[in-house]
């Protein structure tokens, strides 16, 4: 499903969100921020686009990892990360987030940006990334959420399995109906205090989370 849309994915990203997703990537850098200098490690990584968010952050000097088993998706993100000028500090690997290829307790941080919803399952996910997260280091995940306001939640709910399926599934034709498979996807994810038990039940302490843009997406962050 994510091959096929690959080609127009970083683009209906950007649409569908009127360009905020960029906003929330750069709030995640600041909200859970290098600390150490790293190294990052970027699970679901996609075309790149949070990799290269905290490379930008670490002043374009830290390491950053990205891992993603769509070999579609990483062969943009190779591309965005050599135009960035990042090919010596970002390394993209192909990898399946429930079965990482790296040693326990090697990452400063370990990220997700709106895909650990895609991991078969969340709970393997989150352990895999607390288990190369160093002692004191965090996992961070961004993940899009339902409003809670009865007034936002409403009106985005109507945009969000209405409007995004159409629009998506117009631009980038495919054959998984990719952007029907996104509203189901999300609303099918647990969020906001069923996450935060999640974190903990794989180990992670001082588990918060924090709602952007009234709450259409939430950042989540705990302490290894």
Known sequence: MFGEIAGRYDFLNHLLSA??????????????PLREGGPVLDVCTGTGDLALAYWQSGG??????????????????????????????IRLVEADTEHLPFANDRFEIVSVAFGLRNVSDTDVGLREMARVCRPGGRVVVLEFSMPRSRIIRGAYGRY??????????????????????????????????????????????????RRLTFGVATLYVGVK
């Open 19 to 32: 360009g905020i997703d960029r906003r929330w990537r750069r709030r995640t850098t600041e909200l859970a």
């Open 60 to 89: 374009g000097e830290v390491e950053v990892v990205g891992a993603d088993f769509c070999r579609p998706m990483l062969e943009i993100g190779l591309d965005k990360v050599r135009r960035a000028g990042a090919g010596d500090t």
């Open 160 to 209: 969000f399995r209405r409007l995004v399926p159409l629009v998506g599934q117009a631009l980038a034709k495919n054959r998984q109906d990719a952007y029907n498979y996104l509203p189901a996807s999300v609303q099918e994810f647990p969020e906001y205090e069923a996450l935060v038990e999640r974190f903990r039940e794989v180990g992670l302490k001082d588990v918060h989370y």
